[in-house]
């Protein structure tokens, strides 16, 4: 079996630098929903993530909600 015409991906440093943000970012909800798993609701989530860069509001409300509606 030959590879003929495959190539492998690499990340540019642009390619690294947004991975790294959205990983940070992702870590940062984590930590949220972790630390509000017992709360009625969620109160620090709220500016972890509004507070993600790269996003619509409506996208991050969106996102808001979701975790919030489904966070058992």
Not at 6 to 25: I, L
């Amino acid at each position: 079996m030959s590879n003929l015409g495959k190539r492998k991906r690499y990340m540019t440093d642009e390619d690294v630098v947004v991975f790294n943000g959205m990983k940070e970012a992702v870590s940062d909800v984590a930590a949220a929903v972790r630390e509000s798993i017992h709360a009625e609701a969620a109160p620090g989530i709220y500016n972890v993530v509004i507070n993600c860069p790269g996003f619509s509001r409506e996208a991050l409300m969106y996102a808001l909600n979701h975790m919030i509606w489904f966070k058992d």
